[in-house]
């Protein structure tokens, strides 16, 4: 393999990576509790977003996969209103 093409290689792979971390740590800046009361159980989870809409809707999504069963409880948990919604 020529030295050109490692060198390629190796700024693609650090180039991946810086780009892996940025995903991860950079886009994430509002972090919600949404308590969400569905079937007479409640539950309460934490999720994170690029913004409070996105981070809302992702704790209800994850909170429903704890109180719903089958795809058609967790399509109707998705569509009701958090009982509690806590943003930073």
């Not at 390629?8 to 969400?36: E, P």
């Not at 909170?63 to 967790?74: F, I, K, N, Y």
Request: one cysteine or more; charged letters at 15%.
């Amino acid at each position: 393999m020529p030295k050109t093409w490692k060198i390629f290689v190796g700024v693609g792979f650090v180039a991946l990576l810086v780009f892996i971390m940025y995903s991860a740590t950079g886009l994430a800046r509002v972090n919600c509790d949404v308590c969400l009361e569905y079937h007479g159980a409640t539950s309460c989870r934490p999720a994170a977003g690029t913004t409070q809409e996105e981070a809302v809707k992702t704790a209800v999504d994850i909170v429903c996969t704890d109180l719903a069963s089958g795809r058609t409880e967790s399509i109707a948990c998705s569509h009701t209103p958090p009982k509690s919604i806590s943003c930073k």
